[in-house]
């Protein structure tokens, strides 16, 4: 079955301060990994898709990359506006419609 | 373009009682989804549609059934709320159902809906 785990389940980094969170991923054929931002009491927002091992996308702060286990959402220098959870998922080719998510990392971003 | 929009944004329903959660886009995608989300436990499917006409169960379906209206609305339905139905709901949509090599599968997420089950 396909499967997310994440890590680590919460960060506290000081403004600037780099890190990089972790979803490892099981699945069938990979479609697309995605990543995802929510805000408390927002529905999450779309910030990168990642299709193949080796790819990487960057967005201001944030870059993903994609191996063939997992992916990684590097946050360089961050600032507090950058404090939310991250959620990853999957889709794969066996379960066609379904994206697997995971529990999400919560970043808080001191200043 | 407001993308996917929830109604309502809150509510509050006593054990056994019914309601329906309306869902719409207005992206012309073709799938759409209710997920809810719980402390701990991340976003669980609850029905999808692949496109308009069609349904599916997702990973946690009972005590629910959906409605796929035309191409823009899919609404989810509690007939006898439990306490255990007590979470934040989620529709998302996406804008391709065939296997594709990349690009399009990203879903767009409403607001959410805060349920609470007395």
């Known amino acids: 079955e396909d499967q997310v785990t994440q890590s680590p389940e919460a960060l506290r980094l000081q403004e600037g301060e780099s890190s990089s969170l972790n979803c490892s991923y099981t699945v069938s054929g990979l479609r697309g990994l995605f990543w995802y931002r929510q805000d408390p009491g927002k529905g999450p927002e779309f910030l990168f898709t990642l299709y193949s091992a080796g790819e990487e996308k960057e967005k201001e702060r944030l870059k993903a990359t994609l191996t063939k286990k997992e992916s990684f959402l590097h946050i360089t220098a961050p600032k507090p506006e950058d404090s939310a959870t991250y959620l990853c998922?999957?889709?794969?080719?066996?379960?066609?419609?379904?994206?697997?998510f995971g529990s999400g990392t919560k970043l808080n971003v001191k200043p | 373009n407001a993308g996917v929009t929830q109604t309502p944004k809150f509510q509050v329903l006593k054990t056994g009682q019914s309601m329906t959660l309306q869902c719409a886009q207005d992206?012309?995608?073709?799938?759409m989804y209710w997920y809810r989300q719980d402390p701990g436990m991340g976003l669980r499917l609850i029905y999808y549609s692949a496109s308009e006409g069609t349904t599916d169960k997702g990973e946690v379906p009972n005590g629910y059934n959906v409605s796929r209206l035309n191409k823009r609305e899919f609404s989810l339905r509690l007939e006898s709320a439990a306490p255990s139905q007590t979470s934040v709901y989620f529709c998302?949509?996406?804008?391709?159902?065939?296997?594709?090599?990349?690009?399009?599968?990203?879903?767009?997420f409403g607001p959410g809906t805060r349920l609470t089950v007395l």
């Open positions: 998922a999957v889709l794969g080719s066996y379960n066609f419609n379904k994206f697997y």
């Open positions: 992206m012309n995608h073709n799938s």
């Open positions: 998302a949509s996406s804008g391709k159902t065939e296997k594709l090599a990349g690009g399009g599968n990203e879903q767009f």
